[in-house]
């Protein structure tokens, strides 16, 4: 079975500074890995995914995350925040060749403060 | 072109009411999958359908929860006789096909409240 760890529920931030959020995850076999948005009382949006190609996966509004397979995590970046990337973050996991089932973290929150 | 649509936006209902929340897909979209999302929780998987065929219903309580996809017109998730507990946020996504390549496209969900 698969899992995702989103260590930090809270997470603030100044703007115009590196925002940082960490995803770890757990796995059997070799997994895809995303990141999704949520805006308030809004559905999820996909910021980027991981499918076994490039370790380093650039994604919309400036956001990045890395696969690192010894350290079974896939941290989201961006290296200057914008007022407009508060929002809440999910780290999901699925498994290649298991169809399309998500399993999500139970999210990070983050604030941007001026 | 159209996302995935849900409806109603919001919906509220008295403790043993029956609760029905509809889901169309995008368009060109013949698989689609129901999730939960419970205050300050990640989203759980429930089920996963195709045309007129549940393929994966693992994450679906035993009682009281249903789910189909018609031939014609939209999903729909039916609970029955709810219970406050079942007060969350239901996504509804969709996608051309079932395989990993294929990205889900997420509706803006339906807020359960049971009172």
């Known amino acids: 079975a698969q899992s995702v760890t989103q260590l930090g529920s809270h997470v603030s931030v100044s703007e115009g500074a590196l925002v940082l959020l960490r995803c770890n995850y757990s796995?059997?076999?070799?997994?895809?890995l995303f990141w999704y948005v949520q805006y308030p009382n809004q559905g999820l949006q996909l910021l980027l995914k991981?499918?076994?190609?490039?370790?380093l996966v650039k994604g919309i509004n400036g956001f990045e995350a890395e696969f690192k397979k010894s350290e079974t995590s896939f941290h989201l970046t961006k290296p200057s925040a914008h007022m407009s990337d508060a929002a809440e973050y999910f780290c999901?996991?699925?498994?290649?060749?298991?169809?399309?089932?998500?399993?999500f973290g139970t999210g990070t929150q983050l604030k941007v403060e001026l | 072109n159209a996302g995935v649509m849900q409806n109603p936006r919001h919906l509220v209902r008295r403790r043993g009411q029956e609760a029905r929340l509809r889901c169309s897909p995008m368009?060109?979209?013949?698989?689609v999958y129901w999730y939960r999302q419970l205050p300050e929780e990640g989203l759980k998987f429930m089920v996963y359908?195709?045309?007129?065929?549940?393929?994966?219903e693992s994450g679906m309580p035993k009682e009281r929860f249903s789910a189909e996809f018609p031939k014609e017109g939209p999903s729909i998730l039916r609970i029955q006789q709810v219970v406050r507990g079942d007060s969350a946020a239901y996504f509804c996504?969709?996608?051309?096909?079932?395989?990993?390549?294929?990205?889900?496209?997420f509706g803006n969900g339906t807020r359960l409240t049971v009172t």
């Open positions: 996504a969709s996608s051309a096909a079932g395989g990993n390549n294929s990205p889900l496209h």
């Open positions: 999901a996991v699925m498994l290649t060749g298991g169809g399309n089932k998500l399993t």
């Open positions: 796995s059997s076999v070799p997994p895809y």
């Open positions: 359908l195709q045309k007129e065929n549940i393929i994966d």
């Open positions: 368009k060109g979209h013949s698989h």
């Open positions: 991981y499918t076994s190609a490039a370790t």
